[in-house]
C-alpha cells in the first residue's frame, strides 16, 4: 500500500478547513486541523506532517512568525500558504520566511493541489497571479522587502499580536511565561523601534501590516 504525503492544515475559517478537506482527501492524509499559529506549532511537533497548508492571519501568532519558529527546529518543514491577500509583500514575507507555495484563496482547487505537489518534490510554488509582480519586487530590491515589521524580534511579533487581541500585560506574560515588566519592556522598544507613540498607533501598524487576523 502506497503511503500518502501527511498533511497539517491550519486555517481559523471552518468552511475553508471543510472545503480543504474535502478538496485533499483522496489524495493525501489529513493528520490534523488547527485554528492558530500557537496550535500549529505544536501540532507540527507531534504529528510531523510532510506540509502544512496554512493561512497566514490567524489568532494568537499569525502563519509566516509560527513557521519560522517551527524552521528553527525542523529546517526542512515544507508549508504552502493558502491566504486571502494577494498583496506581493505578503507572498516576499513568505518566501523570506522559507515557504514551498504560495496561493490565494480565490484560486482553483487543482492550484492548490500542484503547490503541495511542487512542494513534496523539493520546489517552490508561487500563483501565477503574483509572480510577475514578485519578481519585479526582487529585482528592485534584491537585499529583502524592507517590511517595517522585519525590525521586530520573535517575541514582540508575539506580544504585538496578543496585545492587538485585547490582552493585558498580565494575560500576555501568562501566555509567554514572562513578566508583566518583560512585556511592557518589549511594547516600549517596539514604539522605539517604528517610530510610534501610543498602543493605538502598535495595533494601527499590526493591522496593517497583516500580523493579526482581522
Known amino acids: 500500500m502506497m503511503i500518502r504525503p501527511r498533511v497539517l492544515l491550519a486555517d481559523d475559517h471552518r468552511i475553508v478547513v471543510e472545503g480543504l478537506r474535502a478538496l485533499l482527501a483522496d489524495e493525501f492524509d489529513l493528520v490534523g486541523v488547527v485554528e492558530d499559529g500557537r496550535a500549529m506549532i505544536s501540532a507540527a511537533k507531534k504529528l510531523l506532517p510532510d506540509v502544512i497548508v496554512s493561512d497566514i492571519a490567524m489568532p494568537q501568532l499569525n502563519g509566516i512568525d509560527a513557521f519560522i519558529q517551527l524552521r528553527k527546529e525542523f529546517p526542512r518543514l515544507k508549508v504552502v500558504f493558502l491566504t486571502m491577500h494577494p498583496e506581493v509583500s505578503y507572498a ?8 514551498s ?21 523539493g520546489k517552490v510554488y508561487i500563483t501565477p497571479a503574483l509572480t510577475g509582480e ?9 537585499n529583502g522587502s524592507r517590511e517595517p515589521a522585519s525590525s521586530l524580534t520573535p517575541r514582540q511579533r508575539e506580544i504585538l499580536q496578543l496585545l492587538v487581541e485585547g490582552r ?12 508583566p515588566r518583560t512585556v511592557e519592556f518589549h511594547k516600549y522598544q517596539m514604539m522605539v523601534a517604528l517610530g510610534l507613540h501610543s498602543s493605538a498607533e502598535l495595533i494601527m501598524f499590526a493591522v496593517k501590516n497583516g500580523l493579526v487576523a482581522v
Not at 92 to 99: D, F, S, Y
Not at 168 to 179: M, P, Y
Open 92 to 99: 516576499r514575507r513568505a518566501l523570506e520566511a522559507g515557504a
Open 168 to 179: 493585558s500585560a498580565k494575560e500576555i506574560a501568562g501566555t509567554l511565561d514572562i513578566s
Open 101 to 121: 507555495g504560495f496561493v490565494l484563496k480565490h484560486a482553483a482547487p487543482e492550484e492548490l493541489i500542484a503547490a503541495i505537489r511542487t512542494a513534496l518534490a
Open 134 to 142: 514578485l519578481l519585479h519586487s526582487m529585482q528592485t530590491h534584491p
